[in-house]
């Protein structure tokens, strides 16, 4: 297949026990990765994300079936060749002493240089251009340890760019990060791909990031069960809202996001448009409304004004209309209604038993 430059065939991936039984934790996995793609690898906790990479990464031996590297079986790799093809960065904050940034994304070289260690002029290139690569050139003589966790994923992420590996592997590599930093670094990595046509792995937790940057999406259950394709593919098939419906999270395809899932015990018609309309749904979703366009509904929210200085106007069951200016008080004066009404319910309902 055109591009490919990792694969695996029949892949089983898991542990040998000690009494001679293995461990399975994924069977018969069929995976291709090509130049330019970002593939990212996601599954709850304990799912195998982690022995996925590490037995792609030679780090611990198949069950059952092949992996190719650039069309060669990865178990007849040298560790120096396949440090030349394959870098890895891993979740772990290792502590690298007292190392200029320069001189950590040196090491990236080692495969290189041989015993000595030495840099050559070409090596200088390649370090130069790594840090350049990530926007980094400006960290080079700091020390590392007092760069901040974003500036030192960078650094990290160049060190891994100066082996001029054919296929990069990223083991959460947003973890520890905020989410400017975290959005900083995918997108980061999805250009490297595009311009540098690195192929890259990466396992995160950060669902809609990954939505969003990924080419393609490795999708492993806590039962084994493999998912590969689009991220669109994915979501048009159902296969997020399958995956997740036992996790208190509701994928919601319409927008491409996942939210708390949460009872709607009560119906909102709202009228109005644009922006405004958006995320006046969002406030009365989190609310416990289920909006409708049409009656019958228990509430009726009119957005009066535009996006920038919206106002609304609203009524339940059938009261006097009110009017807002902002979603909080909406939010708060239905909750109020709902609890004077439920205070009423069992009221009455305390009365009749009596």
Known sequence: MTNVVLSAENLSIGYPARR????????DLQLHLRRGEVVCLLGPNGAGKSTLLRTLTGMQPPLAGRIWLDGQDLRTFSARELARRMSVVLTERVEVGPLTAYALVALGRHPYTGWTGR??????????????????????????HELSDGERQRIMVARALAQEPLVMVLDEPTAFLDLPRRVEIMQL?????????QAMILSTHDLELALNMADVLWLLTADGTFYCGAPEDLVLKGVLETIFADTGMVFDRMRGQFRMHQTMRRRANLTGDGLAKIWTARALERAGWQVVE?????????IIGDSHQPSWELSVNGAPKQQFTSLYAVVHWLRQQCQEEEQHERHARATDCA
Do not use: F, N, S, Y
């Not at 001679?20 to 069977?27: E, F, L, M, P, Y």
């Not at 049409?294 to 009119?302: D, F, K, M, R, S």
């Open 189 to 197: 990595l999805r250009r490297l791909a595009r311009e540098a046509r």
């Open 20 to 27: 001679g039984q293995c461990r399975v934790i994924a069977k």
């Open 119 to 144: 840099l050559r002029p070409h090596d200088e290139a390649i370090v130069r251009w790594a840090l350049e690569a990530v926007h980094a050139a400006h960290l080079a003589r700091r020390m590392v």
């Open 294 to 302: 049409l009656p019958p509904a228990e509430a009726h929210v009119t």
